[in-house]
């Protein structure tokens, strides 16, 4: 593997909680697809984790809720047709995912008045649109 893989900052997914298994990719490649095991599936014990702080492992938990089995998070990776490649991808893919899952809930929004100014311009608008439609309407000639 090429490094650690970083979650955020100094955080890194330690490659000995990292569980691999490879199978045989679906689709096109020939003779080779038939005895490679090209497809990727990496699993990550969020759960049981060590490597997280608590404070991050906790929020993951809460957001991945719908991706865990038993507090294992699952990433396939099947689109390169070496074993390598979709080893990388996966690791990729799992890190960003948690790098996701652990960032912190944004700020709440500060409710602002709507300025004067918009608000008049908005009114003089619809009163000039009342008043090109009224034009419209049918007279007695």
């Known amino acids: 593997m090429s ?4 979650v955020r900052g100094s955080v890194s ?19 080779h697809v038939n005895t490679s095991d090209t497809q990727v599936e990496l699993r990550f014990d969020l759960a049981r ?3 997280l702080p608590e404070v991050w492992k ?34 990729v893919r799992l890190a960003a995912l948690l790098a996701e899952a652990t960032a912190a809930p944004p700020r709440p929004r500060r409710a602002t008045r709507v300025p004067r100014g918009i608000n008049e311009r908005r009114l003089r608008e619809k009163k000039r649109r009342s008043e090109t439609k ?8």
């Not at 490094?3 to 970083?6: D, L, M, Q």
């Not at 997914?13 to 003779?31: C, D, H, K, V, Y």
């Not at 009224?134 to 000639?141: E, I, N, P, T, V």
């Open 13 to 31: 997914l330690p490659e000995a909680e990292l569980m691999w298994r490879f199978s045989r990719s679906s689709g096109p490649g020939g003779q």
């Open 58 to 91: 906790q929020r993951a938990l809460e957001r991945l809720a719908g991706r865990l089995t038993d507090g294992v998070v699952t990433v396939r990776a099947s689109e390169h047709r070496s074993q390598w490649r979709n080893r990388e991808a996966a690791a």
């Open 49 to 51: 984790t060590e490597a």
């Open 134 to 141: 009224r034009g419209r309407s049918a007279r007695d000639w």
């Open 3 to 6: 490094g650690p893989h970083v």
